[in-house]
């Protein structure tokens, strides 16, 4: 039997779900999925000098806003938890026991004043001081002092660090299935700090021990991690694992124009959201892709794209289709470009696709909140009417608002451009013609319309042009004939009779 896919995504709560920390775990979730396998929530807050308190509840609501369901988490526990290291310090304690043990850790005494001060002096020389082989017997450890000594300082309760012990002249050739092999020398690694006084494990031995408890199959997160890469497979061969988790190292998302990383004051700076759902602190309130009125299906499908080519011409997923396409394969090695247009038209596309029901539905929320009376509407013709000219839900009671209230301001354009006698004879004549129709709907309309039109000679353009101002207050719309149809034929004639008034004046 093949082994079970299990991945996990594990954030820092150290602030909000950034959309860079989203797509990794839609990676995850997908890669997971695509095999049937577990997608694992584990939060890991062992820095308490960085710990945000709302942080993890932002990134459980934001993940399930975009529908990546946690298979184990803190919320929901599997065989293997707890789920957050803060309270997994047993298992800590106990796995550097052993590696204490084993002699591939040392305890370190080392203060910061003096440990600065050897840096300041490698500096002045043009060195940097590494804390390894090199010098690692001239400094203040368990590997340099004698065990009396040590367990004295030990008892004493003198602050201490375990560090690795880092393999001397050796090279470290470690597997990435996007980078293929990465080849580091020791030497240029320092003895990492694995575990502190206060029993608090860091990042790289909880990752490394988590990750080997947890029985994660696959290991997939941001290219930052990279460089970390040698030590955790340093930490699996000490620890005697045969076994190591596949890795894969995503690459970045870059920002929309010039170089580096996709930021958050590019967001703030082009105008476009960077975290899933709101996010509140004391600073404020910063709005997500939720509340700018991105559906989740798209913000998914725009960021799955990013970093992931599916092969061929389709563009448009649902989560569903994501799972059943998704392959490492189609991974980029190299960063890709945040486009926020690219993102809007995503949402514009998932948006076409969004029944009229629901659009209705939403529609009717909205302008509840606003207090606008939608009783006697057809608020799902209304939603399907003006659906292509959706950008983001949130633009769905300005472009719809027409149907409601009758239009206070015209187009200044448009009003210069039909203000003369002839096109106020137009209208005038097109009021007339209006109670002659029966019955008042869509294809009635454009008959009778389109006939009188023609047989008058008049431009279509024109007439419809002017037909429209009136009923909207601008150029542009949805389809005229069913937007008549809809107002009916009084609000149709109110209408045109206040245009009359206004080209008249
Ligand atoms: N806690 C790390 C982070 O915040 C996780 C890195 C990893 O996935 O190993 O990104």
């Known amino acids: 039997m093949s ?78 938890g707890p789920y957050r290291q803060s309270e997994r310090k047993e298992l800590y304690h106990l796995k550097i026991q052993e590696l204490l043990k084993s002699g591939h850790a040392y305890y370190a005494f ?55 012990k880092t393999p001397e002249k050796t090279e470290i050739v470690c597997e990435d299935l996007l980078r293929g092999t990465v080849r580091v020398s020791a030497e240029t690694l320092d ?35 990279l460089p970390s890469l040698p030590i955790h497979w340093l930490l699996y061969d000490a620890f005697g694992w045969k076994e190591r988790p596949e890795f894969i190292h995503l690459p970045l998302i870059l920002k929309p124009t010039g170089k580096g990383k996709l930021s958050k004051r590019d967001g703030e700076l082009i105008g476009f959201p960077v975290f899933p759902i709101k996010w509140s602190s004391d600073k404020g309130e910063v709005l997500g892709y939720r509340e700018a009125g991105y559906l989740p299906s798209a913000t998914i499908n725009f960021l799955s794209l990013l970093g992931w080519n599916p092969g061929g011409e389709k563009e448009i997923f649902s989560l569903s289709e994501l799972v059943s396409s998704f392959s490492v394969k189609g991974l980029n090695g190299s960063g890709s470009r945040f486009d926020p247009d ?62 409601f209230k009758d239009p206070e301001v015209y187009n200044e354009k448009a009003l210069r451009r039909f203000n003369n006698e002839e096109d106020l004879l137009l209208l005038s004549s097109l009021f007339v013609y209006f109670k002659t129709i029966d019955p008042f709907n869509a294809r009635e309309i454009k008959k009778s319309l389109e ?55």
Not at 157 to 164: A, D, L, N, P, W
């Open 451 to 505: 006939g009188y039109i023609s047989e008058n000679n008049w431009s279509f353009g024109k007439a419809l042009g002017l037909l429209r101002l009136a009923m909207v207050g601008e150029l542009s719309g949805p389809d005229l004939f069913s937007l008549l149809e809809e107002l009916g034929k009084e609000t149709s004639e109110k209408r045109a009779n206040s245009l009359i008034n206004i080209l008249k004046a």
């Open 191 to 225: 003895d990492k700090v694995l575990y502190k006084s206060d029993g608090m494990p860091t990042y790289h031995f909880a990752n490394v021990v988590d990750d080997n408890a947890m029985k994660i199959s696959h290991v997939i997160r941001g290219e930052e991690w």
């Open 3 to 80: 082994k079970k896919i299990r991945v996990r995504f594990a954030p820092s709560p150290t602030g909000p779900l950034h959309i860079g920390g989203l797509r990794t775990a839609l990676f995850n979730y997908l890669y997971a999925k695509s095999f049937g396998g577990d997608f694992i929530l584990r939060i890991e807050d062992t820095d308490k000098k960085r710990y945000v308190s709302k942080s993890e509840q932002h990134i459980l609501d934001s993940l399930k806003w975009c529908g990546l369901t946690i298979d184990e988490g803190p919320e929901n526990e599997g065989n293997y």
């Open 110 to 164: 080392d203060k910061k004043e003096d440990l600065d001060f050897h840096r300041k002096n490698h500096e002045q020389e043009g060195k940097t001081f590494i804390y390894n082989a090199h010098n690692r017997l001239k400094l203040k450890n368990s590997l340099s002092l004698d065990d009396k000594e040590v367990q004295q300082m030990l008892n004493e309760g003198q602050e201490f660090v375990v560090r690795f």
């Open 342 to 403: 690219k993102n809007l038209w995503f949402n514009h596309q998932h948006l076409q696709l969004t029944s009229d029901d629901v659009l209705a539905k939403c529609l009717e929320k909205e302008l509840v909140k606003k207090g606008i009376d939608s009783k006697e509407k057809n608020l799902t013709k209304i939603a399907a009417l003006v659906k292509p000219r959706l950008n983001l839900l949130s633009d769905l009671v300005n472009v719809s608002l027409f149907f």
